[in-house]
């Protein structure tokens, strides 16, 4: 039997790390490397190396690389994507530039500034040509614009070109035939059209989305294109895999159509992770919360099913695309504590980021961060990543005495737990807006804290909440690559099709689905999904009657019957009901998009078992002060990698490793379970 | 007694601005009303028992909403479970100022102690009267604005009042929409009194309590100290003008006097005109300028809650009943919003008197255009659209280009075709509309529509064309808006602002320009390649570059002729004074 393996790579700021999955052997190793900023495909390579390595296999067994990038985010996020034009129905050059003609609701109106557009109106071409809401054409499409246009685009040197109709979400001849002239006068533009990016009505947000797709897209397109050559150097001919902000991944060949399916996905990967680890402990209700260096990552997970919203936002614009819904928040380690003039106590969303860091990196750091504040309440240990990072707690406890405990008459220790505490209700807020406010109580689901900084405010968040179960999986700070290594193969259709009540069109709706299943087919095909791997999930999004929002359900398997439509109407009444706290089953209900959403199955591995330990005594390495409310007491700290399986363990307890450590608080139980996952629980 | 400690005040802080935010959303996500669920026409917030606001908006429209229903149901008569309805502007003095905008409130009671309301307020489509969406800038009285309600329990102990329900959606012309609209705002303060109680659960009721003052004090001082800054003791007068009434009147000047002393901010409004015969009154409440200086004065400092501590920003208000901004029942309210803006923009004149035109320039106020008339079937419709304008230059940025209003959105294209008998034929800037500066004053827009329904009617509200808003420290005054029906052909028919029941067809074209925001600084600073910038976006045209900026644009390019720029800058300079309104003036009084 030939080895077999699949690989997955999580770049982050300062290390990339890498999951192996020895298909053969069910054998999981992690690696570690330095993130190579100047060409991340170097370290990306390294780093497979150094797994294959560990695992003692050969380049040559890998069937699938699976990989997640942040670069369209960070270039939508700085603003430096690449020169772009749009073009856009006559009489709308200003459409990006009047966006929804509102101020943020929470914005001061006097101090607010308008953000500038990707594209500037200069660079906007209009082009005559109109259908109706129905998708008819009313006025027939100016060729001899769109051939002028595409000449001055590239007479300025731009390569990049979206092209957004009105009501081409209805049908997109208009857009298709644009994007043949396009290409016949500008052969080396890159065009992306409206009806392909997201068929769904609203021309601001839709022509946001083509614009931006097409603004990341040569920078996504090299560097896909670099990984390829780097796989193809060392003879990996397995396919490359990328994580969506859907929480699927999909081939590579789509990604550089599509790049904008990555703007959100960051997070996406380490939702996938959890949801594995959650399983793998038997748990399928979860609230994941991700704390890194500058931001906090919010996912609720119902039954093992993250929600997918379409209203998500990146910096400043809307991304309407399906993603995973998770909710944002500018809280981590190095979120900063400040006064505000008015005196009050501020946490982030200002960040140390990386350089200068928490005042205790000793890099020049000045303003004290939530790491700080554990440190000096002897949450950390002096010594991080086994001992090769010194931090200096005298200068942690002097930075938070001078800016925050002087000025608000506060002792050293109370201003740092008044930090934490700051910091907790933030997040705290931050769950509380995908569970409570969807209508879940969070006590119903157990928590997963991950990321560097995760496993350090689980048990306080835990307890805000009334949550009584913590899951730490095994790794916490390298969940992203897990969750990449287990992801599914997905792809989301959606199409607007208003059906108004009393003659819903039983089979348009049929013809719809049947386009889309069509079209998900081609791609689980293209993708090299077996037929039995395969599997399609359709939804439609309600509202009631002269509602603006609508809610998805899931659309019955089966025949589009009247039945199957009844069912997807009551499922819309209770999951208003949830959400809203009221349903109206007298109000006629409207449907507004139906959507698909293709699966394609790929084999996953099984979290592995690890070996019964020692004991807690051989897994205690030392014991710390720890400033609390009620006083001060020596904690004992734990090496987590000497807790074996089955071992249990109460608080209050440090647990360290190598990317994180977890505080077990007095009034809880720790337990290891046969997978190395740290289950903590209230005792009482 | 228990205190708040520093950190639990940032933490109630916290919770107070996330359970608004909350209340805010589920009222969004499940109206009916086109004007809240995309024009974004409500707000939600709290108040304590006594009625004094522990977290509001960012618009400063709203006076103390809960006193008249305190007058009318004294707090011990009140239940858990209550919820009380009102719109009665005049019962209310100001704290509604046009009867669309319907205010709903909850009650709430921890260990049978009230300890403050949850409040949320929303514009309904239409609630009866002369005309279908109860607005016509024609009105006379306020009876043709719809029905008038006094505070109503709608909600006794949890029970609906169907007598009291069934009276009001008898008298509207949607009432599927309007029970929608009820059960929304019903949701949001139910959420919100739930959110409420948790929250002193959580704390303490003590220590909640101690919070809210905590709360208070911390925004007073902020508030207090930035004004202190801006205003030497000294006396400081403005004085601007809405250009009419809608029935012929005007213009009709609002006069502002501000009286600062060692401890003391008082304004004086009562050298402002009469009131009008037609809808532009502006039934103040006094929290109003309170609040446009509070909120100016929070700008530098995010942190701060809006709560009763910024009324703490002008110790007294001086109003004269009978005059535009105190007008005497049963004068016509609808179009109040004109006036509105026009006291931001004299309280904005105050700030930049006393600074020396350190402060925000003019803005222009959001404009709508309304269809009515009658289906096929018989019944009535109605459709309003509103439409974004463009704001004042401040002394570090441009003014805000195309925008409403806080949180207010527009209706896009693609809903339009659908929702209404019309199609938007272009939605683009106003060129050369935005008052020329060093930093820009905003652009309006221009909204062309064709006409595809029925016979109907139509109605457009815009102000500032005989008194554009003003530009400061150098800037100018902005271009007016202007309506107009099938405009360059021989049918061509303005529509004059605030005129209603100009006829339109099927197959009509209308074209609603809106107006600009005032500029600041001397437009001849402004940065040449900025001025470019504005060129080649349609922002200002070539010819204004030259006449207004004094920059040569070389159509080829095209570029900025930098020597002729030079030289038209340094001999063609126009001495400028504090303010301008199509000539510079050191005074507006």
């Known amino acids: 039997m030939s080895e077999e393996s699949a690989v997955a790579i999580d770049i982050g700021g300062t290390f990339t790390d890498i999951v192996l999955f020895d298909r053969r052997r069910g054998r999981i190793h992690n690696a570690k490397v330095p993130t190579t900023p100047a060409d991340p495909s170097a370290g990306f390579m390294a780093g497979i190396d150094a797994a294959l390595g560990a695992g003692g296999l050969p380049a040559s067994s890998i069937r699938q690389v699976l990989h997640g990038t942040t670069v369209a985010t960070n270039l939508i996020l700085e603003s430096k994507g690449v020169a772009a034009a749009l073009l856009t129905t006559a009489g709308f050059k200003h459409v990006l530039e009047i966006g929804r003609h509102d101020i943020p609701r929470k914005a001061n109106m006097y101090s607010w500034v308008k953000p500038k557009r990707p594209v500037p109106p200069q660079r906007v071409f209009e082009i005559a040509g109109r259908l109706d809401p129905a998708g008819n054409e009313i006025e027939k499409l100016d060729e001899a614009a769109v051939r002028d246009a595409a000449r001055r685009i590239r007479a300025l040197g731009v390569n990049a070109v979206a092209i957004c109709f009105l009501h081409s979400y209805a049908d997109a001849r208009h857009e298709r035939r644009a994007c043949e002239l396009v290409l016949a006068e500008h052969p080396q533009a890159l065009v992306s059209i409206s009806s392909e990016v997201l068929p769904v009505f609203r021309e601001y947000e839709r022509s946001m989305v083509t614009i931006l797709n097409v603004y990341v897209m040569p920078a996504v397109s090299s560097y896909v294109a670099k990984l390829e050559e780097r796989l193809q150097a060392r003879n990996v001919a397995a396919p490359l895999l990328m994580m969506k902000s859907s929480g699927g991944v999909t081939g590579a060949a789509t990604i550089r159509r599509e790049p904008v399916q990555t703007a959100l996905s960051g997070p996406a990967a380490g939702v996938v992770g959890a949801m594995f680890v959650g399983e793998a402990s038997g748990h399928g209700n979860l609230i994941s919360i991700d704390i890194g260096g500058t931001s906090a990552d919010i996912c609720l997970i119902r039954a093992g099913d993250p929600g997918v919203t379409v209203e998500g936002r990146v910096g400043d614009w809307p991304m309407p695309l399906p993603m995973i819904d998770i909710n944002t928040i500018g809280a981590g380690g190095g979120s900063i504590a400040a006064l505000a003039p008015s005196g009050g106590l501020t946490v982030g969303p200002r960040s140390a980021g990386a350089i200068p860091g928490p005042v205790a990196y000793g890099r020049g750091g000045t303003e004290p961060t939530v790491t700080d504040a554990h440190l000096a309440l002897g949450h950390l240990t002096p010594y991080l990543l086994n001992g090769s990072m010194k931090l200096d707690r005298p200068a942690a406890v002097a930075a938070i005495e001078q800016k925050i405990g002087r000025p608000l008459g506060l002792d050293t220790m109370a201003a740092a737990r008044g930090i934490l505490s700051v910091v907790d209700n933030n997040m705290v807020g931050a769950i509380r807006v995908v569970s409570v406010e969807r209508g879940h109580d969070p006590r119903d689901f157990a928590l997963v804290p991950f990321g560097g900084a995760g496993p350090l405010h689980g048990g306080a968040l835990a307890r805000l909440l009334g949550i009584r179960t913590i899951i730490v999986p095994p790794a916490p700070g390298v969940l992203s690559a897990l969750g990449l290594l287990v992801a599914q193969l997905k792809s989301d259709y959606s199409r607007t099709c208003l059906q108004r009540p009393l003659d819903y069109d039983l089979m348009r709706i049929g013809r719809v689905f049947a386009e889309m299943e069509e079209e998900a087919v081609q791609w689980l095909v293209r993708e090299g999904v077996p037929p039995e791997g395969r599997v399609l999930l359709r939804q439609a999004s309600l509202r009631y009657i002269h509602q603006g929002f609508e809610l998805a359900v899931p659309w019955p398997d089966g025949g589009v019957t009247r039945d199957a439509l009844d069912r997807c109407m009551a499922a819309f009444h209770r999951r208003h009901e949830q959400l809203y706290t009221f349903a109206q089953e007298d109000t006629p209900v409207e449907i507004v998009n139906l959507r698909l959403t293709a699966i394609g199955r790929l084999e996953r591995p099984t979290l592995p078992r690890i070996a019964a330990g020692r004991g807690l005594d051989g897994a205690r390495i030392g014991e710390q002060r720890v400033e609390s409310a009620s006083g001060v007491a020596p904690w004992p700290i734990y090496d987590r990698d000497r807790l074996g399986a089955d071992t249990d363990l109460r608080g209050p307890a440090i647990v360290q490793q190598l990317d994180a450590t977890t505080l077990v608080l007095p009034g809880q139980r720790g337990h290891v379970d046969d997978h190395g996952i740290l289950i903590v629980t209230e005792e009482n | ?589």
């Open chain 2, 1 to 589: 007694m228990t205190t708040c400690d520093p950190i639990t005040l940032e933490i109630i802080k916290g919770t107070l601005r996330a359970a608004q935010l909350e209340m805010e959303a589920l009222l969004e996500r499940t109206a009916m009303s086109p004007v809240i669920r995309e024009k974004k026409d409500f707000f939600a917030g709290y108040f304590d028992a006594q009625g004094q606001l522990i977290t509001g908006t960012n618009l400063p429209l709203f006076g103390h909403i809960i006193q008249p229903i305190l007058d009318q149901y004294p707090s011990q008569t009140m239940q858990s479970g209550d919820i009380y309805w009102y719109n009665d502007c005049y019962a209310s003095n100001g704290g509604v100022s046009h009867s669309p905008d319907q205010v709903f409130a909850a009650p709430v009671f921890v260990r049978g102690q009230l300890v403050g309301f949850a409040q949320s307020w929303a514009h309904f489509h239409d609630i009866g009267g002369a005309w279908p969406g109860s607005m016509s800038p024609t009105a006379t009285d306020i009876f043709q604005e719809g029905i008038i309600i006094p505070p109503v329990r709608l909600y006794q102990e949890g029970e609906l009042n169907e007598d009291v329900f069934r009276i009001f959606l008898g008298n509207t012309r949607f009432p599927e929409q309007m029970q929608g609209d009820v059960r929304a705002l019903t949701a949001a303060v139910r959420l919100g009194e739930r959110r409420f109680v948790e929250m002193f659960e959580r704390f303490g009721l003590d220590t909640v309590l101690d919070g809210f003052r905590g709360l208070n004090r911390q925004t007073r001082d902020g508030v207090v100290r930035q004004l202190r800054a801006t205003f030497k003791p000294g006396s400081y007068a403005f004085a601007d003008a809405v250009d009419g009434d809608g029935l012929g009147n005007g213009p009709l000047t609002i006069r502002m006097r501000l009286d600062v002393t060692a401890d003391r901010i008082a304004i004086d409004a009562t050298a402002t005109d009469d009131q009008a015969p037609g809808p532009v009154n502006f039934l103040m409440n006094p929290a109003v300028p309170r609040m446009v200086f509070g909120i100016y004065a929070m700008a530098t400092d995010p942190t701060l809650l809006i709560n009763e501590g910024a009324m703490h920003a002008v110790d007294e208000v001086k109003l004269r009943p009978g005059s535009l901004l105190q007008p005497r029942f049963p004068a016509p309210l609808n179009q109040r919003g004109l006036t509105m803006i026009r006291t931001q923009n004299v309280c904005a004149g105050l700030l930049n008197v006393a600074s020396g035109g350190q402060a925000v320039a003019a803005s222009n106020a959001y404009s709508i255009h309304f269809f009515r008339g009658t289906n096929p079937d018989g019944m009535p419709f109605h459709m309003s659209d509103g439409v974004g304008v463009g704001h004042g230059a401040r002394p570090y940025a441009d003014g805000h280009d195309a925008v409403y209003y806080v949180a207010q959105e527009n209706n896009p294209a693609e809903f339009v075709d659908i929702e209404f008998p019309m199609r938007l034929l272009g939605y683009g800037i106003h060129r050369d509309s935005g008052g020329p500066g060093r930093w820009r004053g905003g652009c309006g827009t221009v909204r062309t529509i064709q006409w595809m329904g029925e016979d109907a009617v139509m109605a457009a509200r815009y102000d500032g064309v005989a008194n554009p808003p003003w530009g400061v420290n150098g800037g100018r005054s902005a271009r007016p808006g202007r309506a107009c029906i099938n405009p360059g052909t021989k049918h061509e028919r303005e529509v004059k602002s605030l005129e209603d029941g100009a006829p339109v067809k099927r197959g009509d074209i209308i074209r609603f320009e809106t107006g600009g925001g005032g500029g600041w600084g001397h437009p001849f600073d402004r940065e040449s390649a900025r001025v470019l910038d504005d060129v080649l976006g349609d922002y200002v045209s070539i010819e204004a570059a030259r006449a207004d900026y004094g920059v040569v644009i070389d159509e080829k390019g095209p570029r900025v002729d930098e020597a002729a720029t030079a030289k038209l800058r340094r001999d063609h300079r126009p001495p400028a004074k504090l303010f301008h309104r199509r000539k510079y003036v050191d005074e507006m009084v």
